[in-house]
């Protein structure tokens, strides 16, 4: 089982890597510096975005569930298991 995971993993990591040709720029910049950060401003700002986004569509389902639960019964209708 471990095996097929780790061949799924790597296939779409080495699909993404392998579809976009190295640019000349790319090759000629320089290396980041050791002290750099790893996720940089505009990153941070996307994830965070991203998460906000996620919440905001995750908690109206949530609260909309709840209310559709909360809406009174009808009393002819048996409650079945």
Known sequence: QMLWVNLIMDTFASLALA???????????KPYGRNKPLISRTMMKNILGHAVYQLTIIFTLLFAALQRDQRPQDPRREERL
Do not use: M, W
């Not at 579809?19 to 910049?29: H, I, K």
């Open 19 to 29: 579809t976009e040709p190295p640019s000349e720029a790319l090759l000629l910049r």
